[in-house]
């Protein structure tokens, strides 16, 4: 079989110049939803649509659509990522998924190749979260509700509705970009890794299994304050000392009740009252436990619960926790996940089957339709951050 192929060259200087589009001082982009900068960079795609002679679509959510042989009647394969990033990103997160996307829609319109099925290439609206993140692809898949919409604010307090309506758009619409489970075959997303294990064992192409979903709990242990130097060892009840041995119990308890792919991380702490002369009599943190399977999850979950309510026990502390988000595991479609397995094959290129510990928007789709990732290596696997980098060859 003869492989299709791209214009590398106008790929290259798409993702050039996408990375030159809210650059800040410290080489960082700064593409935050609906910022002047994810404006400019909407412009451009917009631009760069009308001049490949595609159609340009865009949904109440401001998901940007690029379409090729569209008819409204029959559904499409999609493919798309995001435009907008985290403050100080790299140039490739979100972008490589939109640009490489754009980029086989219009090869297979200039090389005169129809499909089966009209083709879109979608830039999904705030994928990062200045207002919660996956705002786009959740509309798309119809999990938005209007107190959803109303409530969303970013960290400076500013709502996502005046932010959108600052920008000519109407938040609300959101509710209207829907779309049928009918109207979409497939949708596959390609983007970098944002991991070290592609990059370690010099693999080239990481073909998506699973994506992590995870649970995020606020947990409190209160003990009692008291004074460090008179307070015996033995009379104490330092909150600061269950957090500890809750933190030496993560790699026992993962290994017990979860699988290879269960991360647990305590990445938030705080200590009351704070003092160094002062034993805690609280400490309130975070617990992110991520795992690809639903019923893994639930265990993990329940695990924990018995394992700090043991810890409270036999120190004399309170034990209290909120659930802050839930998010569920996805899995990618079999089908998908062989083809881009056996197109590596056919290509020479080696790839491994891998899960996704980060989530993306193909875990929103996969709800609605087969899905599947496309995973390029991150070098020394850095993503957020400016030297976030991928080998062209690779791309
Ligand atoms: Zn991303």
């Not at 692809?137 to 400076?156: E, H, N, T, V, Y």
């Not at 809750?246 to 647990?264: F, T």
């Not at 479609?333 to 899960?355: K, P």
């Amino acid at each position: 079989m003869n492989p299709l192929t791209i214009n590398f060259t106008r790929l290259k200087d798409d993702i050039q110049t996408l990375a030159g589009i809210g650059r800040g001082q410290d080489d960082g982009l700064y593409r935050m939803a609906f910022t002047e900068a994810d404006m400019e960079a909407r412009a451009w795609l917009k631009t760069r649509i009308e001049e490949a002679g595609l159609d340009y679509f865009l949904d109440g959510a401001a998901n940007i659509h690029a379409r090729l042989r569209w008819d409204g009647e029959r559904p499409s394969v999609i493919t798309g990522s995001h435009l907008d990033t985290v403050p100080g990103a790299g140039h490739l997160d979100g972008a490589l998924g939109v640009l490489s996307g754009l980029e086989c829609l219009r090869s297979l319109k200039e090389q005169n190749i129809v499909t089966r099925y009209p083709l879109e290439a979608i830039a999904f609206t705030d994928e990062e979260g200045r207002f919660g993140g996956m705002f786009g692809s959740m509309a798309f898949c119809g999990l938005l509700s209007p107190d959803s919409i109303l409530q969303a604010r970013d960290l400076k307090g500013i709502a996502l509705v005046d932010a959108m309506a600052a920008q000519g758009l109407d938040a609300m619409a959101a509710l209207d970009a829907q779309r049928k489970p009918d109207t979409v075959h497939s949708f596959v997303e390609m983007h970098i890794e944002q991991g070290p294990v592609l990059d370690r064992q010099h693999l080239h192409i990481g073909v998506v299994d699973a994506i992590s979903g995870l649970f995020k709990w606020q947990v409190r242990l209160i003990g009692e304050s008291n004074h460090a130097g008179t307070t015996p060892m033995n009379m104490r009840r330092d909150a600061m000392q269950g957090l500890a041995e809750l933190a030496c119990e993560i790699p026992r308890v993962l290994e017990e009740h979860g699988s290879p792919r269960s991360v647990a991380t305590i990445g938030r702490v705080e200590l009351f009252p704070g003092a160094a002369n002062v034993v805690p009599g609280k400490a309130e943190f975070s617990l992110e436990v991520r795992d690809t399977g639903e019923k893994t999850l639930a265990e993990l979950a329940d695990a924990f619960r018995r394992v700090i309510s043991a810890i409270a026990r036999r120190r004399d502390l309170m034990f209290e926790f909120e659930v802050l988000s839930e998010l569920q595991p996805a899995k990618s479609a079999a089908g998908i996940v062989e083809t881009i397995s056996d197109v590596c094959l056919e290509l020479g290129v080696n790839s491994t089957r891998m899960h996704s510990g980060a989530a993306h928007d193909t875990q929103f789709l996969s709800r609605i339709t087969r899905a599947g990732m496309i995973f390029v290596p991150s070098k020394d696997g850095r993503s957020h951050s400016p030297s976030e980098w991928t080998s062209w060859e690779d791309i």
